[in-house]
């Protein structure tokens, strides 16, 4: 299951990590009251389960409580890769030092966890990735060890941060791992991580996938389902324990086990 940005960052900030106050709006007229409430410039994001919402347009700096009002009204209803703008998240604007990259997530091909980290964070990452890979650090780790702090510290390091944001990004990077494994995701996913001109290392974006298998003993995940948006006989085979995956097509196989 795939979390929005707003439910991943309640997640982040119950472990801890450092993340901007937002508030969630379905309208413009909450738009401006959210903006209201945190005083000041704020970001208004489109809250889709799908990257690329900043290239798209979906992600938009208001200076006021009025330009608040204006770029949510511009947002929502936007369509984005397929995905329909239904709230926004409003969230007070970061001065930002420097963007980086972080993730936890599952190694399904090697059987192991893998933690991805660099220094040139932000919208480009694929970019940076496909490009000059070298930029990226891709670094195993053992269920077995895990991530304690010296570990931590060795990824950023791996990932090229500044020495002035290596103990910060350590710390956030511990309490991730401790989200990740607690939460049974498979992916957490920072972009941008950013060092903030106060020096502090926040979470500016977030990315979480909780394992469905999983959700036996974590009940508090059904309250972060997207009912909404759920397909009704998938909703409905899950209710009765069933595994239904609807196809397109008049007919559809699949066939598992031997």
Not at 103 to 130: K, P, Q, W, Y
Not at 224 to 239: V, Y
């Amino acid at each position: 299951m795939d979390l929005f940005e707003h439910q991943a960052k309640e997640l982040f900030a119950a472990y801890g990590i450092p993340v901007p106050r937002g508030i969630v709006a379905h309208t413009a007229e909450e738009a401006r009251e959210a903006a209201l409430q945190l005083a000041g410039r704020v970001v208004v994001k489109a809250q889709v389960k799908t990257g690329g919402r900043g290239k798209a347009g979906g992600v938009k700096l208001a200076e006021d409580a009025a330009d608040a009002y204006q770029k949510a009204t511009e947002i929502l209803g936007m369509d984005i890769k397929g995905h329909t703008v239904h709230k926004v998240l409003i969230e007070e604007a970061s001065a930002i030092a420097e963007e980086y990259y972080f993730s936890f997530l599952l190694d399904r091909a090697n059987r192991t966890f893998l933690a991805i980290c660099s220094a040139s964070g932000g919208m480009d990452i694929e970019e940076v990735a496909h490009t000059t890979p070298e930029k990226v650090a891709q670094i195993p780790i053992s269920p077995l060890t895990g991530v304690d702090r010296a570990k931590a510290r060795e990824i950023a390091q791996a990932g090229g941060l500044p020495a002035n944001a290596v103990e910060g990004a350590a710390e956030l990077i511990e309490r991730l791992w401790c989200a990740f494994v607690d939460e049974d995701a498979t992916l957490v996913e920072v972009n941008p991580m950013i060092l903030a001109a106060d020096g502090q290392v926040k979470a500016l974006d977030g990315k979480v996938t909780l394992d469905d298998n999983a959700a036996f003993r974590q009940p508090d995940h059904e309250a972060l389902a997207d009912k909404a948006s759920e397909d009704p006989l998938e909703a409905a085979a899950k209710a009765k324990d069933l595994n239904y995956v609807k196809l397109d097509g008049s007919v559809g196989i699949i066939g598992n086990g031997a």
